[in-house]
């Protein structure tokens, strides 16, 4: 099992309508989970940190499931400009290093 | 958020030549960077952790000889890749860990796209 697994996607959603992926990860001693935005050809930018069950920042959500091990992004009132890859990031076993999923890809259209 | 740079944002260079980019947190003391590599439609691959005052630790599979880290101070750490090849051809990001003990989290340089002929 990867350490970290995203639905590649990608997702069509209508502007204005909500959209929710989840993002597995396979250790279950991790206790700190980052959502980041990647636009074509950038470098990735934090979105999120979740730290317990979950966290909300405008029309984002983040929900942690723990026995379950997953984590959700949800996004409210999709925007065009939230056309974009969201990579969901976990702790590796041991350090300060992180694994990251291999994105889900979000396509807000008109 | 902390805000981290990295140059050059792109290098086009000849097979066998070495390139430095270098990774600079501007705003924050950074004691781990991170390098990463993506190929195109690729996740980010860590490559090695640069630590300030010590040796990087390559991930498995990363030549430590190709791929030369220096962590000389603590907002300041550079990756050189040694005779590139083609095949070397990539979009390496850095990054930097912001807080201490646990907080593991990071921000990231604009990334340099080097591409190798």
């Known amino acids: 099992r990867k350490e970290v697994e995203q639905d590649p996607g990608p997702f069509n959603v209508p502007e204005g309508a909500t959209v929710a992926f989840n993002c597995t990860y396979s250790n279950s001693a991790s206790q700190s989970f980052f959502w980041y935005r990647q636009d074509c050809r950038k470098e990735p930018k934090l979105l999120m940190s979740?730290?317990?069950s979950g966290n909300e920042d405008g029309r984002f959500t983040a929900q942690l499931n723990r026995a379950s091990q997953y984590i959700s992004l949800l996004i409210r009132d999709s925007k065009l400009s939230d056309s974009a890859t969201y990579l969901c990031a976990a702790p590796k076993a041991a350090g300060n290093k992180l694994t990251f999923g291999g994105g889900t890809r979000v396509l807000v259209k008109p | 958020g902390a805000v981290v740079s990295q140059h050059p944002s792109r290098v086009i260079c000849k097979s066998g030549t070495s390139v430095k980019i270098e990774c600079r947190s501007l705003d924050f003391q950074a004691t781990t960077m991170f390098w990463y590599r993506q190929f195109p439609k690729q996740s980010l691959m860590l490559m090695a952790t640069s630590n300030e005052g010590s040796k990087a630790t390559y991930e498995q599979g990363v030549e430590k000889d190709k791929f030369l880290i220096n962590h000389a101070s603590l907002t300041l750490s550079t990756l050189t890749v040694t005779s590139a090849h083609p095949e070397d051809s990539s979009f390496y990001i850095c990054?930097?860990?912001?807080?201490?003990?646990?907080?593991?989290?990071?921000?990231f340089g604009p990334g340099t796209r080097l591409t190798v002929l």
């Open positions: 979740v730290y317990s």
């Open positions: 990054s930097a860990k912001y807080g201490g003990g646990s907080y593991n989290e990071q921000f």
